[in-house]
């Protein structure tokens, strides 16, 4: 089973736009976004497994 998510941006607003532009530029975005989730868990990763 696989889940959709979507990201929008807004193009009225420079800083989007930016972002949306440079996403462009990666390739495939959903294995891109996917591997900025994965460094982030990964930098935060004390976070998520010591929470005692």
Do not use: A, H
């Amino acid at each position: 089973m696989r889940i959709g998510k979507s990201v929008s941006f807004n193009t009225n607003d420079p800083y989007e736009y930016t972002l949306f532009l440079f996403s462009e530029q990666q390739g495939y975005f959903s294995k891109y976004v996917k591997r900025l989730i994965q460094r982030d868990m990964e930098s935060r990763k004390e976070q998520f497994f010591n929470e005692d």
